[in-house]
Structures are given as C-alpha cells and as structure tokens.
C-alpha cells in the first residue's frame, strides 16, 4: 500500500502542470460560451482537489515516519543506553516541532503575540504526545469510532434497565431541582446572549436580520461609550432581543477576543435581583487555542484546600476577565447601583470553564455567588475544588454532549478503545464505515464485529483490521492499559473533573437519529462518574450546541410547569442518583 502512494504521489506533480496549462489555455480560448463554462467549473474542482490534497499532505503526512512509535511504547525509562535516551528526547522534540509547525498552518491568520506562542507550544505538546504511541490515519480512527458506537450499542441493549429511585412531588430534593431548573432556564438566555449577533442570526435565520438590522446600521457611538467595550455594531442589538433587557440595564459589554482572553458582558437582571457576568464560549481559533492548553497550573485562591489545580487556559482566560471585572471597576460599577443584588455568573462551553473558575477566586469577595455553567468541559477542577465548587456551582449537560466528557485523561482512555476495537477486528474497512454511515443516520442493529479480546475471536483475526506490522499495538500502553502511557503525567496532565453539582438532562425513549428529530427529556442529579467516558453517538456534537440545548430547556421546563397539577407525573421526571 506504500508503494502505491508513493507513485500516486509521484502522479501528483503531473497534475498540477496540467491544471496551470489548463488555467493558462482558458484566458485566451474562443468557444461556445457553455464549453469555456464547463472548461472553467473542470480547472477550477482541480485546483480545489490539488489545494485539498497539499493541505491535507502537510497536516496527516508524518516526516518522522512512525519511529517515534517504538520508543515512546518502551518509555524512556526502559531505554538501555544513553544514546538512545538522547535518541528518544531528540524525537520527541521532532514530533512535537512537527505539530507546532501544523498548528502554526492551520491558525496563520492569528497574529502572534506571547499568549498565542504559548499556545501553539503547548497544543503542539498536547497533540505530539497524545499520538506519540500510535500510527493511525484518519480512516483508521473514523473505523474505530463506528466500531466503538456499535460495540456502546450493543452493550447497553443487553443490560438490564437501571431501578429508577423515584421521589415525591414535595420532597426538598425535587423541589431544589425544579428551582435550578428554572435557573438555568432563565440564565442560559445570558449565556447565549454572549454570543452575540451570530447565535441570534443562526436561531432565527429568517427574522434576525429584520429584528437586528437597525442596530447593525445606526451610528450609537455615544452610547457605546455609555456601556463600555468594544464597537458592538450588531452585538448589542442580539443581546436585547435575546435577553428581553434595556440599554440601561448593561454596565459593560465587550467582545475583544484573543488568545486567553475571552468576550463577556456584564448587566443587571432585575427580575432576579442579580448582577449577572455571562463569558463566552468558544467561537474563534483564539477560542481553539486555549481550549487546547490543557496543562495544569496551580489556582491561589486563598483559602486552605489542598491540590487547587485547573486547566491551564481556561484558568488564564478566568483570571483575564476577573482583572477587568476587579481592576477597571466594572464590578464596583455595577453594585453601586444595585447594592442589595446578588453575583451570579454563567456561561456555556468554554464559557462555563472560565465562569466556574471565576466563581472560584470571587467566592471569598462574594460569598453569595451562584454560578450556572451549560455544558462545562469536564478536565476543569481537581478532586477538592469539585467538591468545594458544590455548595455555589450548577452544571447542566445535555444528553451525549462530548465537551462535558471531554479531558485529557477521558481522550486516553478513547485512543485505548479505538486501539483495541480495530486491531480485534477482521471485516473489510470500507465495509465497517459505509455500515456505520447507515447506522450513524438511520439506525438499525449494531453489526456483532468481533471486538473482544478472548481467545475463541482471537483464532478468527487472520486478517485483522490493523496488524501488527502497521501499529505495535501489543506493546504500545495506550493498547495494553498500562499506566505508562505519556499522558498519564501525574505533573502536567492530573485527572480533572467538572465544576458543582451537575443536572443531566436525558432523552426519554430511544435517541433520535438527527438532530432535528424530535425529542423529550428527563432532569436528574447526577454524579460526576457518569461523564468519565466518551460516548460515540450521532448526537455527542449537537447536544453541545447552545441552541439545542435552549430548545430542550424550554420543551423541558413548560413541561414541568404543565405537570404541577398532576403530581404522579411530575415525578416521574425526576431520578436523584
């Protein structure tokens, strides 16, 4: 199979002078207007295809050619002389140079400054290590997905439906339920508002440009001023119609975006008698990038608890908003004019990281503060700042979301998955993703691929998907489940955990192919344990999505509010784990 890319390779050059002649011949040819149409539409799909293929040749192709694979397997530990440690650190800088370089391509529209040099560092270390142990390609991983849903699948067919502990309409705990549902009912309308124009405009793509445009156009430089920020053009009137509030009821908005630096806006909501701080999520490669340093650091919170770790840039962007919030007086600003209000912060994705965080150093200043994060990465807190972020943070996760099961160790433990599912597996690969396309979008029963590791399945992988020529699996950790494996780095890497307590919102019934279909959920309490594993599904990206999980808010809480009158109903909804 190598050789034959390597002369689809050579082909390659071949093309390229054929498409230049071809853009070449074009400017100056006299034909029937249909032909130069058809001519032009035929060079400019081959200019796409040779842009495509370079882009992709120089982020997937592999200049160390897999040698890093054997070393990183045995660990530096393991090496047997000097120079082959220093042979080991020498490909270990050239993997992670490999990825900068890649990182560096893909964000070269972002100036460079000495946060974003810090970034590109440290998601190239990420990347670089994360692979360092395996030799997979795109397909391979795509396979192992489709693999690893089925295999999910199957599994949760053949268990038996977990007890159900019901409670009373007028226990505390349901009670305290219904009322943080309704909070974060009321408060994501301010996390979406931190989005500004673009969310609006996507939810409402034939009305928003009526209901926005003349904000977009009129000249209210003046009262800009009066809010504070950036030019807001579109943003503020998004951020009216979205939240329902005044122009007076906002202390400040700004949308300056960059590299551990993060959109907010700050503004009184009368209704709940509290000055509410919403932080964007992620919607820019700035965005990427700090989501992407996934280092740990060392939070000083002032206060005796052991371990106060964090993930690194959503850590930096916290401590970027709490120094605009603290140092340019917008927080002093704000209960000037509502001293008797109380804090409340919020925030979706990478936005409820940098909220909870925030949450976390203004706990001592304000020891009223609540805190609502909407689908929070999961590698945020350490052990003892989860179960210190309890008493004044609630997180609330849709369905399969993959960003709340997101961290580093979660990602280690997928690649081991992936890993052992593809190389005990013998059908055809075309055949396991154009199944797994079908299933993926129109359901079915889960193909019974033999993925287990038992002797009996063992005997029948004479062609197995990987082999062990292409991927040392069998001595690789991330295969075997040692704890040797790079990422396990106690140091840079610890286990990290979401913020409060957490409310999943589960679909009730068998889950929808699309994500439009139509769909009912559920409100539980859950613990943090049942987010320490990725799900594949069709819906783990969509039900991140801040409108979707509006949506499901709405449907959820009106349905709630139907049901007071029926209390046997109602508690159906509810399951206290």
């Not at 445009?213 to 030019?231: H, K, M, N, P």
């Not at 943090?528 to 990206?541: A, Q, V, W, Y």
């Amino acid at each position: 199979m190598s050789k034959l890319l390597y002369i689809r390779l050579a082909l390659f050059l071949p093309e390229v002078v054929w498409a230049s002649l071809g853009a070449a011949w074009i400017q100056g040819v006299e034909c029937d207007r249909t032909v130069v149409n058809g001519i032009i539409a035929t060079v400019v799909v081959s200019w796409i295809i040779i842009a495509s293929t370079v882009i992709t040749i120089i982020i997937v192709f592999d200049p160390l050619g897999g040698k890093m694979a054997p070393y990183s397997s045995a660990g530096p530990s393991h090496l047997d002389s000097h120079d082959s440690s220093q042979l080991f650190n020498g490909l270990k800088t050239a993997a992670t140079s490999v990825w900068e370089t890649r990182v560096k391509l893909l964000c070269c529209c972002i100036g460079e400054d000495d946060h974003t040099r810090v970034a590109f560092s440290s998601t190239a270390e990420l990347f670089s290590t994360y692979f360092s142990d395996t030799d997979l390609v795109p397909s391979d991983i795509a396979a192992g997905l489709t693999l690893l849903h089925q295999q999910q699948d199957n599994i949760r067919d053949k268990q038996e439906p977990a007890e159900v502990i019901s409670h009373s309409s007028g226990t505390s705990q349901e009670a305290d339920l219904d009322a943080e549902l309704e909070n974060c009912h009321h408060y994501m309308q301010f996390a979406a508002a931190a989005y500004g124009w673009p969310l609006y405009i996507y939810r409402n793509p034939f009305t928003g440009f009526c209901k926005i445009g003349g904000d977009c156009c009129r000249s209210r430089t003046t009262e800009y001023e009066l809010v504070g920020g950036d030019q807001l053009n579109c943003h503020f009137g998004s951020i009216l119609q979205t939240t329902g509030l005044q122009y007076r009821d906002f202390i400040h908005i700004s949308f300056h975006d960059k590299v551990y630096e993060l959109p907010f806006l700050v503004a009184l909501d009368h209704r709940k008698e509290s000055v509410v701080v919403a932080v964007r999520g992620t919607m820019s490669l700035q965005d990427i990038l700090t989501d992407l340093s996934a280092e740990s650091e060392t939070l000083d919170l002032g206060c005796e608890l052991q371990d106060c770790v964090a993930h690194k840039g959503i850590s930096q962007a916290a401590r970027y908003v709490y120094r605009r919030l603290i140092n340019d007086g917008i927080l002093s600003q704000a209960f000037s004019v509502a001293p008797e209000y109380r804090l409340v912060l919020v925030g979706h994705s990478l936005g409820a990281g940098a909220a909870a965080l925030l949450a976390l150093m203004l706990k001592n200043t304000y020891p009223h503060i609540r805190c609502y994060a909407f689908s929070p990465p999961r590698g945020l807190l350490s052990k003892s700042l989860y179960e210190y972020s309890k008493s004044f943070i609630v997180s609330l996760v849709l369905g399969k979301d993959v960003i709340p099961r997101l961290s580093v160790t979660n990602l280690e433990d997928l690649k081991k998955r992936i890993l052992r599912v593809i190389a005990h597996c013998n059908k055809p690969k075309y055949k396991i993703l154009l199944h797994g396309c079908w299933y993926e979008l129109f359901g079915g029963d889960p193909d019974n691929f033999p993925t287990e590791l038992d002797g009996v399945n063992q005997e029948n992988l004479t062609q197995p998907l990987l082999g062990e020529q292409s991927l040392l699996t069998h001595s690789s950790p991330a295969y075997n489940g040692s704890d040797d494996s790079p990422l396990h780095s106690p140091s840079k890497y610890p286990a990290l955990y979401p913020p409060g307590r957490i409310i999943h919102l589960e679909e009730k019934g068998p889950s929808g192919r699309l994500c439009c279909s139509a769909a009912q959920y559920s409100a539980r309490w859950s613990h943090e344990s049942e987010f320490s594993r990725i799900l594949i599904g069709p819906k783990m990206l969509t039900d991140h999505m801040p409108d979707i999980l509006m949506r499901a808010l709405d449907h959820l809480v009106s349905d709630r509010a139907a049901c007071v009158s029926c209390p046997a109903q109602g508690a159906s909804h509810v399951d206290m784990v």
